[in-house]
């Protein structure tokens, strides 16, 4: 990506035209880019990096290399960025013990908030039984926001 897009070229049609290869257009009117850069910054702007989260498609989990979320935190928030390598929708479980969480777009609309679902038992041990609950998502190729407050 280039800071400013080229303008248009007339009469063409092709990926090659020059618009919408920036942040701004040519006439420096932000594209769907800019916001998309300030949603991610807003967001992880103050926290810290955690961890990779499993991501799963079926109960019990199946990791797909497809998916990917990662974790962060900051003293009041837990911030998990979700997205697709895969360049359409689909339906996605994440792992998660408590709470509902905040959804934002890759533009940072607000989504409507998510909660927890199943109360799966997990046996880790001869003994140790542990239960497992989901949140199911939408994954595209552009991250999916979710916020919880600590």
């Not at 409507?112 to 679902?117: A, M, N």
Request: aromatic content about 10%.
């Amino acid at each position: 990506y280039d800071w400013k897009s080229a303008p248009l070229k007339p009469g063409c049609s092709g990926s090659q035209c020059g618009e919408h290869m920036g942040i701004i257009d040519a006439n420096r009117q932000p594209l769907p880019g800019y916001h998309a850069v300030r949603t991610l910054n807003t967001m992880i702007s103050g926290m810290e990096f955690q961890s990779k989260v499993g991501v799963c498609h079926t109960d019990p989990c199946i990791t797909t290399a497809d998916d990917f979320a990662l974790t962060f935190k900051n003293a009041s928030h837990l911030l998990v960025v979700a997205w697709s390598v895969t360049s359409f929708n689909h339906s996605a479980s994440l792992k998660f013990t408590r709470g509902c969480w905040h959804q934002f777009d890759w533009m940072g609309k607000v989504l409507p908030d998510v909660c927890p679902r199943g109360n799966l038992d997990r046996r880790l041990a001869m003994d140790t039984i542990v239960a497992e609950r989901y949140i199911n998502v939408y994954l595209s190729s552009a991250p999916l926001y979710l916020l919880q407050t600590l």
